[in-house]
């Protein structure tokens, strides 16, 4: 997020002419960027890891082609993506990681991670996919269509912050892109 904060920042100074340290703020972006791309990438798990050094997989990361820190296309998103597939979902739901965070129980799908895994496999022109997995990303809502934080499949139960805020805005994001990926002049940047 801090690579967010400085690109954003950079793209909103120079769009309003605001005095700013923009040499400094690219040099910060672009360190950023290099130390994620050579210490934040697992070669084992062909995926970006939760911290530094590490292959504990964290489906957060799913965020980075929506961000604009690299392109859907890249074969490192797309081994994100099949990692977080393969390790973090659990019939239809996705896990934001399985690290020992210290709370105690467990945690249910983090309801997010599963919109930003709609966002990313539309976005990736894996349409019938994407479709298929906010289909059932739609069973955890309640009779008025909210979302909690996290769903757990098995038991149906919601968890966590209820209503949560987050959800919704993926949800939103997740069905905008899903729309702008079956418009006859999207270009997937990946294929179908």
């Avoid at 309801?111 to 479709?131: H, P, Q, R, V």
């Amino acid at each position: 997020m801090c690579w967010v904060a400085l690109d954003r920042g950079i793209a909103i100074a120079r769009s309003f002419g605001f005095d700013a340290p923009l040499e400094r703020w690219e040099r910060e972006r672009e360190a950023i960027k290099s130390a994620v791309l050579g210490r934040g990438f697992s070669q084992r798990l062909n995926a970006f890891v939760q911290r530094f050094d590490t292959d504990i997989l964290d489906a957060s990361l799913l965020i980075l082609p929506l961000v604009g820190f690299l392109p859907v296309a890249d074969s490192r998103v797309q081994g994100t993506i099949e990692a977080c597939r393969k390790h973090l979902m659990d019939q239809g739901f996705v896990s934001r990681y399985h690290a020992d965070d210290g709370f105690k129980g467990d945690e249910g799908g983090f309801l997010l991670c599963n919109f930003w895994m709609i966002e990313c496999l539309a976005l990736s022109g894996k349409i019938a996919e994407a479709e298929k997995l906010l289909d059932t990303t739609m069973h955890a809502a309640n009779d008025l269509g909210l979302f909690s934080e996290e769903y757990d499949p098995r038991s149906k139960a919601m968890l966590g912050n209820f209503p949560q805020a987050f959800s919704h805005i993926g949800y939103i994001n997740a069905a905008a892109s899903l729309i702008g990926s079956k418009r006859p002049d999207a270009n997937p940047s990946c294929e179908k």
